[in-house]
């Protein structure tokens, strides 16, 4: 067995190994040579390396989303470790557990103007749950640091930055090593519920219920449980399209039913419970309407956080969600109301003017969303981009089969593919990934990495430019906008595909989509399939579409 030489090196990487932590995506790079040694050459860690730190972080990322167990990041010192900081800002909000460990010169090295030497201790400060600034020599104070950061990620489920110093040499080995460091085992703090009848007695006197269902992990609510809060004509369950819950009662296009809606229509719709589980809500619309007509009582269902996203919040439950309806909805009585006749009318005539709408449309980006989610395969893992993608996807229905994700913590566009292709190793599954053409391009970094799964795929949407930006209330046609918003563009994804050893296909109306979706489904190694539609058309189609729905 090979270690580094240096025993602080070895005590990180043994309590790591002590924690069952097994993943390490490692940037190259001299300072880290010790840690870089260390995991390379212990056959029970899984290492990956990926010479983008800012594409590491987010295919780290993406392998935690889907084993939901910390995975360890290695840099060398100085900026290297700055371009962690985006998928640090969206692990923290999405509440994905990563172990950021950052190799450091020595303290005395420090604003002296050494070269590659930057103030690196709690340099993530706003977005971490630990930060743990070790000294340069191994140690017990430090063993229990690492173990304090180790342990906190797991059992809070988010990053933590362990920031270690080396002083050369730095690549000496030995066979056995040095340290015995000590392990402390974490405790998970299994929290209760209250005392329910306060509850209980609020819900059972509510004609009125919302469950609004955000980001969520397929499976997490038994069907039980669904279909209890189904049958209740008090409840209403609004589900994103990233919640991963399937029910033929509930409402799935959130904003195809409210976007429509008359200031009296609001107000009938109005709960009298907010029920949230899950991550960030994407609907700007029924953020909009729940903070102008609050409910009486919100509660969120979270074994962690609770945001006051609706500015109503009035409880939060610490424990899982199917753990509370479990325990809370055998206690409560359906109540006598309308709620849930009246939305599930409303969906079926909101479903028939969406399909007519469908009918008239040229082919644009509602088109092609239309067209492909019919077509994907079923049991595949669907990664969607931020910007105008999720929110196109929110309008139309997905295969209940389909696991469906999105980085919705800091809703950026930067790492969304990369994210993608770390969830595509980690899960095994077949994944597609829909994206824009600006975070695309934005991310085609995440292209240089030699693990992509030949079953990988890419839709890739090209409307030159940031789409989005003109159906803001900003848009206006002129060299402003398109320069600086919109960022009109005339690049293309071939060469990089060619690049990158991808299949690429291409297509800029219908009839080709249908008939290369096919041959880009059929392929056999990591492919990319480019949709063309028409810049000055998308945004008039998107604003028409709620205008039909009346």
């Given at each position: 067995?090979?270690?580094?030489?240096?025993?602080?090196?070895?005590?990180?990487?043994?309590i790591?190994?002590?924690?069952?932590l097994?993943?390490?995506?490692?940037?190259?790079?001299?300072?880290?040579?010790?840690?870089?040694i260390?995991f390379?050459?212990?056959?029970?860690?899984?290492?990956?390396s990926?010479?983008?730190?800012?594409?590491?972080?987010?295919?780290?990322?993406?392998?935690?989303?889907?084993?939901?167990?910390?995975?360890?990041?290695?840099c060398?010192?100085?900026?290297?470790l700055?371009?962690?900081?985006?998928?640090?800002?969206?692990?923290?909000?999405s509440?994905?557990?990563?172990?950021?460990?950052?190799?450091?010169?020595p303290?005395?090295?420090?604003?002296?103007?050494?070269?590659?030497?930057i103030?690196?201790?709690?340099?993530?400060?706003?977005?971490?749950?630990f930060?743990?600034?070790?000294?340069?020599?191994?140690?017990?104070?430090?063993?229990?640091?690492?173990?304090?950061?180790?342990?906190?990620?797991?059992?809070?489920?988010?990053p933590?930055?362990?920031n270690?110093?080396?002083?050369?040499?730095?690549?000496?080995?030995?066979?056995?090593r040095?340290?015995?460091p000590v392990?402390?085992?974490?405790?998970?703090?299994d929290?209760?519920?209250p005392?329910?009848?306060v509850?209980?007695n609020?819900?059972?006197?509510?004609?009125k219920?919302?469950?609004?269902i955000?980001?969520?992990?397929p499976?997490?609510i038994?069907e039980?449980?669904?279909?209890?809060?189904a049958?209740?004509?008090?409840?209403?369950?609004?589900?994103?399209?990233?919640?991963?819950?399937?029910h033929?009662?509930?409402?799935?296009?959130?904003?195809?039913?409210?976007?429509?809606?008359?200031?009296?229509e609001?107000k009938?719709?109005?709960?009298?419970?907010?029920?949230?589980v899950?991550?960030m809500?994407?609907?700007?619309?029924?953020?909009?309407?729940i903070?102008?007509?609050k409910?009486?009582?919100?509660?969120?269902?979270?074994?962690?956080?609770?945001?006051?996203?609706?500015?109503?919040?009035?409880?939060h439950?610490?424990?899982?969600?199917?753990?509370?309806?479990?325990e809370?909805?055998?206690?409560?009585?359906?109540a006598?109301?309308?709620y849930?006749?009246?939305?599930?009318?409303?969906?079926?005539?909101?479903?028939?003017?969406?399909?007519?709408?469908l009918?008239?449309?040229?082919?644009?980006d509602?088109?092609?969303?239309?067209?492909?989610?019919?077509?994907?395969?079923?049991?595949?893992?669907?990664?969607?981009?931020?910007s105008?993608p999720?929110?196109?996807?929110?309008?139309?229905?997905?295969?209940?089969?389909?696991?469906?994700f999105?980085?919705r913590?800091?809703?950026?566009?930067?790492g969304?593919?990369?994210?993608?292709?770390?969830?595509?190793?980690?899960?095994?599954?077949?994944?597609?990934?829909?994206?824009?053409?600006?975070?695309?391009?934005?991310?085609?970094?995440?292209?240089w990495?030699?693990?992509?799964?030949?079953?990988?795929?890419i839709?890739?949407i090209?409307?030159?430019?940031?789409?989005?930006?003109?159906?803001?209330?900003?848009?206006?046609?002129?060299?402003?906008?398109?320069?600086?918003?919109?960022t009109t563009?005339s690049?293309?994804a071939?060469?990089?595909?060619?690049?990158?050893?991808?299949?690429?296909?291409?297509?800029?109306d219908?009839?080709?989509?249908?008939?290369?979706?096919?041959?880009?489904?059929?392929?056999?190694?990591?492919?990319?399939i480019?949709?063309?539609?028409?810049?000055?058309?998308?945004?008039?189609?998107?604003?028409?579409?709620?205008?039909?729905?009346?």
């Amino acid at each position: 067995m090979i270690y580094p030489k240096i025993p602080l090196a070895q005590s990180i990487l043994e309590i790591c190994k002590a924690k069952d932590l097994h993943d390490v995506v490692i940037s190259p790079g001299s300072r880290n040579a010790p840690l870089t040694i260390g995991f390379a050459s212990n056959s029970e860690f899984t290492c990956y390396s990926i010479a983008d730190e800012r594409c590491a972080a987010f295919f780290a990322m993406g392998i935690a989303q889907q084993k939901q167990k910390p995975v360890i990041l290695v840099c060398t010192s100085g900026s290297a470790l700055l371009n962690y900081y985006p998928a640090v800002a969206e692990a923290f909000y999405s509440q994905i557990p990563l172990v950021v460990i950052s190799a450091d010169r020595p303290k005395n090295k420090i604003d002296i103007g050494d070269g590659q030497t930057i103030r690196q201790e709690n340099v993530f400060a706003n977005h971490i749950l630990f930060n743990a600034n070790l000294s340069e020599e191994a140690s017990e104070e430090n063993d229990l640091m690492i173990n304090q950061a180790l342990n906190v990620a797991v059992v809070q489920k988010g990053p933590v930055h362990i920031n270690a110093p080396f002083e050369e040499p730095l690549y000496e080995t030995i066979e056995k090593r040095s340290v015995n460091p000590v392990t402390v085992n974490f405790q998970r703090e299994d929290k209760k519920l209250p005392n329910l009848d306060v509850f209980v007695n609020q819900w059972n006197a509510a004609k009125k219920k919302l469950v609004l269902i955000g980001g969520n992990y397929p499976n997490e609510i038994d069907e039980v449980v669904l279909n209890h809060l189904a049958n209740d004509p008090s409840v209403v369950v609004m589900t994103e399209v990233s919640s991963n819950v399937h029910h033929p009662d509930f409402i799935t296009n959130i904003d195809t039913i409210i976007t429509p809606f008359t200031d009296v229509e609001f107000k009938a719709f109005q709960p009298d419970i907010l029920v949230s589980v899950g991550g960030m809500i994407v609907s700007k619309r029924i953020k909009a309407f729940i903070r102008s007509n609050k409910p009486e009582q919100h509660w969120h269902i979270d074994t962690h956080r609770a945001y006051d996203t609706f500015g109503c919040l009035t409880q939060h439950f610490e424990v899982n969600p199917n753990k509370f309806f479990k325990e809370f909805l055998p206690k409560t009585d359906a109540a006598e109301s309308d709620y849930n006749q009246r939305a599930l009318d409303l969906k079926t005539f909101r479903k028939e003017k969406h399909m007519d709408y469908l009918k008239t449309i040229p082919f644009s980006d509602m088109k092609v969303f239309e067209t492909i989610f019919p077509m994907l395969p079923e049991n595949i893992q669907l990664q969607i981009s931020n910007s105008s993608p999720i929110r196109y996807a929110q309008l139309f229905d997905i295969h209940s089969s389909i696991e469906v994700f999105c980085n919705r913590g800091t809703s950026g566009i930067d790492g969304s593919t990369t994210t993608a292709i770390g969830a595509a190793v980690a899960s095994a599954k077949p994944t597609v990934m829909i994206t824009g053409d600006v975070s695309f391009f934005y991310d085609s970094n995440a292209l240089w990495n030699n693990y992509i799964p030949k079953d990988f795929k890419i839709i890739l949407i090209n409307n030159r430019g940031g789409g989005i930006f003109r159906i803001l209330p900003g848009h206006q046609e002129t060299d402003v906008f398109n320069t600086f918003f919109e960022t009109t563009h005339s690049l293309n994804a071939e060469h990089l595909a060619k690049m990158y050893g991808f299949d690429y296909f291409k297509c800029s109306d219908e009839a080709g989509l249908k008939s290369e979706m096919h041959s880009f489904l059929a392929a056999e190694k990591p492919s990319i399939i480019e949709i063309f539609t028409p810049t000055e058309v998308n945004n008039q189609v998107l604003l028409n579409y709620f205008k039909n729905l009346k």
